[in-house]
């Protein structure tokens, strides 16, 4: 489960049972490296690449300004047909098609399951999907693939998720 937010949230299931590492600390994806040219760079994690603020600076980039918007008027923009705008969020759902690829060669995955409130989004889900397409075209062997899915709960999915956890971890009815 992959959290699109301020930050980008996690979560590894393994044989029905949230991996929560021996740290526990597994799934917290904010934190990968996306740019091995600088690594100590805090603007060069995967939240910072991919969060809102990675959202509004692709956003920004492609339109040449410094102006503020909302993940709401950003959609809104493209599906008005601003073309900056769609490529910023096509190269956006790049990024994120990129780490998920990561995510599956490192663990696998059977579903990778999107959540987050711009998970509400269809286009970017399509422009994530056409990119994760795209990857598994390239590679030069033969891989599985994993299917895209989003969140039942959409933007709720990691508090839901969070609870559920909790609960688990403490036996609680």
Request: with cysteine.
């Amino acid at each position: 489960v992959v959290i699109l937010g301020t930050g980008i949230g996690g979560c590894l299931v393994k044989d029905h049972q949230v991996h929560i590492g021996k740290h526990y600390s597994a799934g917290e994806f904010s934190s990968i490296k996306t740019d091995y040219h600088d690594p100590y760079a805090k603007t060069t994690t995967w939240s910072k690449r991919t969060g809102i603020a990675g959202l509004l600076l692709h956003v920004q980039e492609h339109l040449q300004t410094q102006q503020s918007f909302t993940g709401i008027e950003i959609f809104e923009m493209a599906k008005q047909g601003n073309l900056a705008v769609h490529d910023a969020l096509n190269e956006f759902a790049q990024e994120i098609a990129i780490q998920l690829w990561n995510i599956h060669t490192i663990f696998d995955c059977e579903k990778i399951a999107i959540g987050g409130g711009i998970s509400a989004q269809p286009l970017l889900l399509d422009l994530i999907q056409k990119h994760v397409d795209d990857i598994f075209d390239h590679i030069e062997y033969d891989a599985p693939r994993f299917e895209l899915v989003v969140c039942q709960y959409r933007n709720d999915a990691n508090l839901i998720g969070a609870l559920y956890q909790h609960m688990q971890r403490y036996n609680v009815k």
